[in-house]
């Protein structure tokens, strides 16, 4: 079955602090991850893909095939981030996204 | 280009009532991809679709829903009789070509609809 899970709905860290949100994707075949980031009441905007390895907003991700994990991680948060973020898989050539639960990032002053 | 826009951003609805929540993709694109977020749960596919063409529609509950992308004109996703259990916020999402990741290919999201049945 392909599912996505974040296992933290919420994580709270001060400002500064280096903040890691948890992925684990269960998927037969070569999966395609994301991560997308929700402001309050606002569009999904897309923040990375494993395939570009890019850094968005100092966020990093790693795709680790062996763990089937796509940890989100930055090392130091700004009051900024506090935000929705999913973790996503496509599972298909159709472009169906697969969202995990969500992870609600509370960035504290 | 405007974006992905989704409206009405917020419709109030008796139980019983009709919603039609409109979606115009962003320009150039012709994939539409319909998803719903429950209250305190993350997003559900619903259906995709092409013009005049439902691709993949799984995730569509199988009664009262249906959705529709006309050659001209926006995507409408329609829910007749609604219940309590409808209220959500409803998105769209629209790319140019399928494969989100492929070839650069990106998925954008409009603001949502935020559905409440009372």
């Known amino acids: 079955a392909q599912r996505v899970t974040q296992p933290e709905k919420l994580l709270s860290v001060f400002k500064g602090a280096p903040v890691e949100l948890k992925c684990n994707y269960s998927?037969?075949?070569?999966?395609?991850l994301f991560w997308y980031v929700q402001y309050s009441r606002q569009r999904l905007q897309l923040l990375l893909r494993h395939i570009s390895r890019e850094s968005i907003k100092g966020f990093t991700a790693d795709l680790n095939k062996g763990e089937t994990s796509f940890h989100l991680k930055k090392p130091f948060a700004q009051e900024e981030d506090s935000a929705m973020y999913y973790c996503?898989?496509?599972?298909?050539?159709?472009?169906?996204?697969?969202f995990g639960q969500g992870t609600t990032l509370q960035v504290k002053p | 280009n405007a974006g992905v826009m989704q409206n009405p951003r917020h419709l109030v609805r008796r139980r019983g009532q009709e919603a039609r929540l409109r979606c115009s993709p962003m320009?150039?694109?012709?994939?539409v991809y319909w998803y719903r977020q429950l209250p305190e749960e993350g997003l559900k596919f619903m259906v995709y679709?092409?013009?005049?063409?439902?691709?993949?529609e799984s995730g569509m509950p199988k009664e009262r829903f249906s959705a529709e992308f006309p050659k001209e004109g926006p995507s409408i996703l329609r829910i007749q009789q609604v219940v309590r259990g409808d209220s959500a916020a409803y998105f769209c999402?629209?790319?140019?070509?399928?494969?989100?990741?492929?070839?650069?290919?990106?998925?954008?999201f409009g603001e949502g609809s935020w559905l409440t049945v009372v």
């Open positions: 320009k150039g694109h012709s994939h």
């Open positions: 679709l092409q013009k005049e063409n439902i691709i993949d």
């Open positions: 998927y037969s075949g070569s999966p395609e």
């Open positions: 996503a898989l496509s599972s298909s050539n159709t472009g169906k996204l697969i």
């Open positions: 999402a629209s790319s140019p070509r399928s494969g989100q990741g492929k070839s650069g290919n990106t998925i954008y």
